[in-house]
């Protein structure tokens, strides 16, 4: 079985950028910045002939290239517990029309469709195990945080290998095919 899901790799640049705002929260699980992305869909465990399909439906996709930009932060609760910590993205057309494109083709292959709605951010943190008042006056502190844009033009297809503890913070995450949203404008 693999574990996929498709998303936005972000330039080392970008990721310095945030792993600058990090720390300062005792019992937080930060992620690794190599992890930073932005998932468009989270696949989950699949069977490898199910991946070529996967990798079929993605490569037919057609989008143009957009301007990325990552702004404020802020947390999700579930529970009425703060369960992570995030960096957004703001909005825009084409990032959303990309992440349609991508639910659309995977459901044509037969995957259910994602029941979550569709919420751009990069993760900071796991922090089920933090005080909430710390998580606010980090959301408080940072909540006009402003990174540089960045153009995108592809997506990637990863794979996560859950690490030792089998927790997020510890999981690989291994690019296995880039989709170029420049060629597939022209083509």
């Known amino acids: 079985m693999l574990r996929l899901f498709v998303a936005l790799a972000l330039p080392a640049t970008l990721r310095a950028e945030i792993a600058g705002l990090v720390g300062g929260i005792p019992g937080a699980r930060w992620v690794?910045?190599?992890n930073y992305h932005?998932?468009?869909?989270?696949?989950?465990e699949i069977e490898p002939?199910?991946?070529?399909?996967?990798d079929d439906?993605?490569?037919a996709i057609r989008a143009r290239p957009f301007?990325?930009?990552l702004a404020g932060v802020g947390t999700f609760e579930k529970a009425g517990r703060i369960q992570s910590l995030w960096v957004g993205a703001e909005r825009n057309d084409a990032l959303t029309h990309l992440q349609t494109k991508v639910e659309t083709a995977l459901q044509r292959v037969g995957l259910a469709p994602e029941r979550k709605r569709f919420s751009p951010?990069?993760?900071l943190?796991?922090?089920?195990?933090?005080?909430?008042e710390k998580l606010m006056a980090f959301v408080q502190a940072y909540n006009l945080f402003r990174a540089t844009p960045v153009e995108v033009e592809h997506?990637?297809?990863?794979?996560?290998r859950l690490g030792k503890e089998a927790s997020v913070e510890a999981s690989v995450y291994t690019p296995e095919v880039d989709y170029d949203l420049v060629a597939r404008v022209a083509a």
């Open 57 to 59: 439906a993605l490569m």
């Open 67 to 69: 301007t990325l930009q």
């Open 32 to 34: 690794p910045p190599d």
């Open 121 to 123: 951010h990069v993760t």
């Open 155 to 160: 997506f990637t297809l990863f794979s996560s």
């Open 125 to 132: 943190a796991r922090t089920e195990r933090a005080a909430p």
């Open 49 to 54: 002939w199910r991946a070529q399909e996967v």
């Open 38 to 44: 932005l998932t468009l869909r989270f696949i989950g």
